[in-house]
């Protein structure tokens, strides 16, 4: 993904002399996600977000696919912040929970990826008030909320990898297809949601027993019924908006 990520407005390279002396704020006011309908989730969340949100497929300019979830039913709309920031669900993606930091993918002189820490130095958290924690301590070392948030990040981005392989398994069985909502809200209002994808049941029953048996055998089978169980969850979309 080359395009801006989203939230995103600043992002530069963590410096220990450029930021030495910044602290964060408690990440506890998504405000910057209240016009997001849709974000980004790793496989290994799909069995935490089932319950809440619909989760479905989108596509990049090159025709990646990767999954997300419906955060509301119209453009700029998240329907679980409300006016005060809070974010009102069980489980909070890790797409918005690492914010303000985020990895940056360059590829090294020998083709390897290579990762650097980077931060959005427009968060409103960050201030050298010292509200809050620092990012470094006395030292100039990382300091626990720091050293914190690189091992979520860590973590995360090894998450992103293993999504990536069983996207493009997806892709590969081609038992995608693209659809469109069509919501017809209870005070007569009528509108359509699409620009996504999602696992079309009868070509996965028409798979080969043999493929399907690999996919119960490396997990992915279940990723795919996760997937096809929360779309049930357009209609608490629905019992949101109303």
């Known amino acids: 993904m080359n395009q801006q990520p989203l939230f995103y407005k600043k992002i530069v390279p963590l410096n220990k002399d450029r930021h030495k002396d910044l602290y964060i704020e408690p990440a506890e006011n998504y405000a910057f996600a209240r016009e997001s309908n849709s974000l980004y989730i790793a496989a290994v969340e799909f069995a935490k977000v089932v319950g809440e949100y619909p989760i479905v497929f989108g596509s990049d300019g090159e025709g990646k696919i990767f999954p997300v979830v419906l955060l509301g039913l119209k453009e700029n709309q998240n329907l679980f912040v409300d ?41 409103a958290g960050f201030n ?75 070509k996965l029953k028409k798979l080969p027993a043999e493929t399907l048996k690999q996919l119960v055998e490396s997990g992915e089978l279940e990723l795919i019924h996760i997937h096809l169980l929360s779309l049930n969850n357009i209609h608490s979309l629905m019992n949101r908006l109303a």
Not at 87 to 94: H, M
Not at 133 to 138: E, G, H, S
């Open 128 to 202: 050298t008030a010292r509200e809050g924690q620092p990012l470094f301590d006395d030292a100039g070392e990382e300091s626990p909320i720091l050293k914190q948030a690189v091992d979520f990040l860590k973590d995360y981005q090894s998450h992103i990898q293993l999504t990536m392989q069983f996207c493009d398994k997806l892709a590969q069985l081609e038992i995608l297809q693209p659809v469109q909502a069509n919501i017809e809200m209870k005070t007569g209002d009528k509108f359509s949601i699409g620009g996504f994808q999602c696992v079309n049941r009868d």
């Open 83 to 123: 006016d005060k920031g809070k974010w009102n669900a069980d489980y909070i993606p890790a797409y918005t929970r690492r914010y303000p930091f985020i990895l940056a993918q360059t590829t090294g002189s020998n083709g390897e990826d290579q990762f650097t820490v980077c931060i959005d130095e427009g968060y």
